[in-house]
């Protein structure tokens, strides 16, 4: 585990298996089992834990980002997807910050991606518009998840569940 963070009953952790193979795994696994038996109070705090991996993406590939400021190469999406899968994860967040920037996500590589996603996929960067969210759900994210434009326009998180619901945003 590269960083840990809590706040409340949430937990976030920076980590990357995939460089650390089976011992890294090993590690995930010992982290959520501490977790469970330490820490959390299901009666309490929550109906569910769930494990959330979440995948960077600038420029096609998967990155450890830096600051978001700079980016190391950790490998192509299709190969990170079915390698979190195999954690149990209970969902896979994937942002592409590089989206944001040049205007939209490559549609088409979702529609590899979510093929080989047998978990929920949420699909985050570059989403401007009603239209922007369709593509993406077309593409085959059961979610979608939006920063920047929502800060820059209000209505946008209203108008994307109006239209999808509110499960999906």
């Known amino acids: 585990i590269v960083s840990s963070v809590q706040k409340g009953h949430i937990f976030g952790i920076q980590f990357h298996p ?25 009666e309490k705090t929550m109906l569910k834990k769930r494990l959330i991996a979440c995948l960077i993406v600038y420029n096609g590939l998967i990155v450890q980002s830096i600051g978001f400021k700079k980016y190391l190469p950790v490998g192509r999406p299709r190969f990170s997807i079915e390698f979190v899968a195999r954690w149990d994860v209970d969902e896979i967040v994937l ?16 529609e590899m991606l979510s093929k080989v996603c047998f978990v929920p996929l949420t699909v985050g960067g570059g989403i401007r518009s009603v239209n922007d969210a ?6 085959g994210a059961d979610k979608i998840c939006i920063n920047t434009h929502a800060l820059e326009r209000s209505d946008l998180i209203k108008e994307i569940a109006s239209k999808f619901g509110s499960h999906c945003v």
């Open 18 to 42: 995939e460089r650390s193979q089976r011992k890294g795994i090993l590690i995930l696994q010992n982290f959520v089992k501490y977790i469970q038996n330490n820490i959390w109070d299901t």
């Open 95 to 110: 942002l592409d910050i590089s989206a944001t920037r040049d205007g939209s996500i490559n549609v088409k590589t979702l």
């Open 134 to 139: 369709l593509k993406i759900i077309k593409g």
